[in-house]
């Protein structure tokens, strides 16, 4: 009866006790028409005895699961549980048992088919315990053992007959419960094989999802920097210049170039050139307002930053945060950079109900950069209007 796996131990004592309710019921009922069809003056104290014999380990068992509903929120499946309802069984049995043996003797003719229909329905309905089938023998093999001895002792002739059958019905009951209790406790076990596979196979379809979104991430950031690449930086400025086209509002955008990389790079070393990308980087990114501005690394040294829904004069602003962002972030100890770092920002802003389109933007951006390089680089310069820093 022991179980290595505690689920399906669970799921078999659960079964056990979901068949309490109805069993219980249909055997209160049948002893109480038992006792009503042998109650007499000269032995209602015997009947009543046992009613109260027969009635006890039943209610005892729908007692038994209230308390193992109780334990089982403390997932206490332990194999106590299948023992005392088999004890509670055997009593059940035993009583009903000795009790219809001595129906069977001392009954009248026309009482002895209710008493062996009785039984039968009895032995019967026990063939739900098929979780546990040695339950359904602890109760059967009393009775169909009861009632072979008493039709030997009450009724003459073909009683031989009656006794053997009840014999050869008990051991055919055990035989066939052994096998439904095997294919029960087998299909039991394939359907929690079942579940785990669909939750192993829903848990891998997660673990790949995820997989695919990370990648699908790396596959549209900069490994270097963390910003978002020349793909990604390429899509949302689609996706924004199309929402700014419906919502007829300005876009702007920076163009960031790191001032004399090569030299610094050259100068320093690559592993000093990566980490001052890197804290360009930075100050990109925290220069941005909110989710909606994008920092991007199209390439090499240079940067930009889309900045949805602002006009020209904020996106100054924001310029201004980066290029000061990159000065105080080339003297911050924690990025270990050899020398001082300054960026030039070319800025440009267009309405999308002025005409033009993304390239247009991306040029304008472009051309508002070569101007602050010319002018000296460490500067802002818009495509329209300069400001010097």
């Given amino acids: 009866m022991n179980d290595a796996d505690p689920i399906l131990r669970r799921r078999r004592v659960e079964a056990l006790y979901d068949t309490v309710p109805v069993s219980g019921f249909m055997g209160l009922a049948g002893a109480a028409m038992l006792a009503s069809v042998f109650w007499r003056p000269d032995r209602h104290a015997l009947v009543m005895g046992w009613l109260v014999a027969s009635c006890l380990p039943i209610f005892a068992r729908m007692g038994l699961r209230l308390a193992y509903r109780r334990s089982r929120q403390r997932d206490d499946v332990g194999l106590r549980w299948v023992w005392a309802s088999l004890v ?3 009593l059940t049995g035993l009583a009903w048992g000795i009790g219809l043996g001595w129906m069977l003797v001392h009954g009248e003719a026309d009482e002895v088919p209710v ?8 032995v019967a309905m026990t063939m739900t315990n098929m979780a546990y089938w040695q339950t359904h023998a602890a109760f059967q093999v009393p009775i169909l053992g009861s009632l072979a001895v008493a039709v030997l002792i009450a009724r003459p002739g073909f009683a031989h007959v009656l006794s053997v059958a009840s014999v050869v019905l008990c051991l055919a009951q055990l035989a066939v419960a052994r096998r439904m209790g095997r294919i029960y406790v087998d299909a039991l076990r394939v ?11 829903a848990t891998r379809s997660h673990a790949l999802e995820q997989a695919n979104f990370e990648l699908e991430l790396l596959s549209r950031a900069d490994p270097l920097t963390g910003l978002a690449n020349r793909r990604s930086y390429m899509e949302w ?13 300005p876009l702007a955008l920076l163009s960031v170039d790191v001032d004399r990389f090569k030299l ?6 690559h592993g000093a050139g990566d980490r001052c990308l890197q804290a360009v980087a930075s100050a990109l990114a925290h220069a941005c307002r909110s989710e909606q501005d994008l920092a991007a690394r199209p390439g090499g040294e240079e940067f930009a930053i889309v900045l949805p829904a602002t006009p020209l004069r904020d996106a100054m602003q924001v310029a201004e945060r980066v290029r000061q962002g990159v000065i105080d972030a080339s003297r911050d100890a924690g990025w270990a950079l050899p020398a001082g770092v300054t960026v030039s920002v070319g800025v440009a802003c267009r309405h999308p109900r002025d005409g033009g389109g993304i390239e247009d933007l991306l040029r304008e951006a472009d051309q508002a950069l070569y101007q602050a390089k010319d002018r000296g680089r460490n500067r802002v310069e818009a495509a329209s ?3 010097s820093v």
């Fill in 237 to 249: 400025l689609e996706t924004v210049w199309a929402r700014a086209l419906r919502e007829d509002t």
């Fill in 88 to 90: 509670l069984m055997a």
């Fill in 264 to 269: 610094y790079n050259d100068a320093h070393g």
């Fill in 115 to 122: 008493v062996i229909g009785t039984a039968l329905g009895a």
């Fill in 385 to 387: 209007v300069a400001v």
């Fill in 191 to 201: 359907s929690l094989d079942n579940e785990r596979l669909a939750q192993d196979l």
